[in-house]
């Protein structure tokens, strides 16, 4: 076996990404080629051109190594220190890493990922989100908690956001506060690459989404190591222990190293964290992938312990079963005058048509006071992703819809449980071509005649309306003309059964032929969770108890059935995720 030459620069590299922006990347290519490699994470404000040390030092023989500029640093295109989102930031690792996967034919469950402090917040992140198969995880110095240094540092930020959306923060940190090695400090004061700016706004969504993944961690099963300053001035030592401590990962490994400080991989006795990274690197590629079978038959134990203790009644005497208990009269009578309100205790809360009202956002109710609640009630974090949602799924069945008809000339498209089918429609119309044709069934027949009044009102002749039972996996095998896109939006959520789920995946993958598209959502996680099983009730009139499938889970679920995830979207606050998957 041959280890990375020495000598041998990288390869310079782009790499497209799905929003067409083309970002820069190096690649460490080893002698012999076993199709497996090492994709490495800068950290705020640096570049891929100073991990080439790192590069060498952790890659085991025959093992590629693949660094990326993140947009807005080194030499990837953008405003320095800028990125549209972190979401956007998330969503550019899963493009990067499937582009690697596919241009070089290196399956992604051959992959090890290794990100530094903000990198390894965004790395963090899209495992929890994105659920890939990856080998591997190596977190160094992650940034889950900045260490800002001023009382009420987060409180002030978010005001200035609201002042000034576009905000930069220029960073306090000085290069000796990052590491002892003299060298390593001057070439950090030298490099011209390196921006010291960060947009505020990317800063706070960071600490957002490290409180959600901090807080939901017990559901990430990949194999990670986390690796600590024990003097670090830039980042949270508390915070990287909490995260250690709830993942749900088989193999999770924390090393501290004492006196370092945050840049670890610069750091004097830097050859200490890669040995570290090389020994896990080659544990991870000496034992088989992780299965998620057990994931399939059993959910990801983490929401089933969740989903256990919502399902428990709250103690006499405890002050959140009255604090409950008093919203829920409150809604159950004076919240009345509220459309979206009434609606929801009339047909339930996850109905259709409760659906149907929040994705039209336009708040009415009994007097003014009526339309005040209801504004309140729509702009809840829940229903704001849930119009995100929306946003996404049009998006994905109309792209499907192009595709098959640019293949073949027309389409049908099949959602299962549609509703008033408003997104179907809307998609329908964007697509624009009368050579689409479309079912749209649901079990309730008063969703089923909202939607054909929908249709009516639309003249949209091609789409037919129909009741039928979305977890009949018979019936739906039986879909005739079968789908070439099949939708299931809103609904494998609000049941905690993968027996159910199974059934209806089985169903539709003997209905859509083989490279047919598959749009699915789910629901990860979501903050309001307690609230709504303890105060709301669903179509059937019984508490809305859910529990919320980890992503790597529903994948699970969908790649059993015999599709293939090729993208997925989410929302800012990581509460519904859009996927699209290919019949096999």
């Not at 469950?109 to 190596?138: C, F, T």
Request: aromatic letters at 6%; glycine letters at 8%; hydrophobic letters at 45%.
């Amino acid at each position: 076996m041959v280890p990375l030459p020495t000598a041998t620069p990288p390869l310079e590299l782009g790499m497209p990404l799905s929003d067409g922006t083309e970002l820069f990347y190096r690649a460490w290519m080893a002698s012999a080629d076993r199709k497996r490699a090492i994709i490495l994470c800068h950290r705020g404000h640096e570049h891929s051109g100073r991990l080439d040390e790192v590069a060498r030092a952790v890659a085991p023989p025959d093992t590629h190594v693949f660094a990326w500029d993140a947009r807005g640093h080194g030499r990837s295109p953008g405003k320095r220190g800028f990125a549209p989102s972190f979401t956007r930031m998330v969503q550019d690792l899963d493009d990067f890493v499937r582009g690697v996967s596919t241009r070089h034919e290196i399956d992604r469950e051959n992959i090890v990922v290794v990100a530094h402090s903000v990198g390894a917040v965004v790395a963090s992140v899209w495992v929890h989100d994105h659920a890939p198969p990856i080998r591997g995880l190596v977190l160094v110095t992650p940034a889950l908690r900045v260490k800002l240094y001023i009382p009420g540092a987060i409180p002030m930020l978010r005001l200035l956001h609201r002042i000034k959306p576009e905000a930069v923060i220029s960073s306090y940190v000085k290069a000796k506060m990052l590491t002892h090695d003299q060298g390593q400090v001057a070439a950090y004061q030298a490099d011209p690459l390196i921006t010291r700016d960060i947009s505020n706004r990317i800063l706070l969504q960071m600490h957002d989404a490290a409180t959600r993944v901090i807080a939901d961690a017990g559901v990430i099963e990949v194999p990670t190591l986390v690796l600590s300053a024990g003097s670090d001035w830039v980042v949270s030592l508390a915070a990287q222990r909490r995260l250690v401590v709830r993942l749900g990962a088989t193999h999770k490994q924390h090393i501290i190293y004492p006196g370092m400080h945050h840049a670890i991989l610069h750091e004097r006795d830097r050859h200490l964290p890669f040995a570290a990274i090389r020994d896990f690197v080659l544990a991870r590629f000496s034992e088989p992938a992780l299965s998620r079978q057990s994931l399939v038959e059993q959910g990801s134990p983490a929401t089933r312990a969740a989903h256990t203790i919502l399902q428990r009644q709250l103690s006499i005497f405890s002050p959140k079963r009255w604090a409950f208990a008093v919203t829920r009269g409150a809604m159950n009578t004076l919240g009345r005058v509220s459309t979206g309100i009434a609606t929801g205790w009339k047909t339930g809360f996850d109905s259709g048509e409760s659906l149907d009202h929040v994705y039209r956002n336009q708040p009415s109710g009994f007097t003014p006071v009526g339309r005040w609640f209801d504004k309140a009630f729509l702009s809840s974090v829940g229903w704001q992703g849930i119009r995100q949602r929306r946003v996404h799924i049009i998006e994905r069945i109309s792209g499907c819809l192009r595709n098959v008809l640019e293949l073949q000339g027309r389409a049908h498209l099949v959602d299962i449980a549609a509703g008033p089918g408003r997104y179907d429609l809307d998609a329908l119309e964007k697509v624009g071509d009368a050579r689409v044709t479309a079912l749209l069934r649901d079990r309730s027949p008063t969703g089923v005649a909202a939607g054909q009044a929908l249709v009516a009102e639309r003249k949209l002749s091609q789409v037919l309306n129909a009741v039928g039972d979305a977890f009949d996996g018979e019936n739906l095998a039986a879909l005739n003309p079968r789908p070439d896109v099949a939708v299931v939006s809103g609904l494998y959520e609000l049941f905690p059964d993968n027996a159910l789920i199974r059934r209806s995946l089985a169903g539709l993958a003997q209905a859509v032929p083989s490279g047919g598209w598959l749009i699915y959502t789910n629901q990860p996680w979501h903050p309001q969770l307690e609230f709504i099983s303890r105060c709301l009730i669903n179509r059937d009139g019984e508490p809305w108890l859910m529990r919320c499938r980890s992503q790597a889970e529903m994948d699970a679920l969908v790649a059993a059935a015999g599709f293939e995830k090729v993208a997925m979207d989410i929302d800012e606050w990581g509460i519904f995720t859009v996927s699209v998957a290919r019949r096999r």
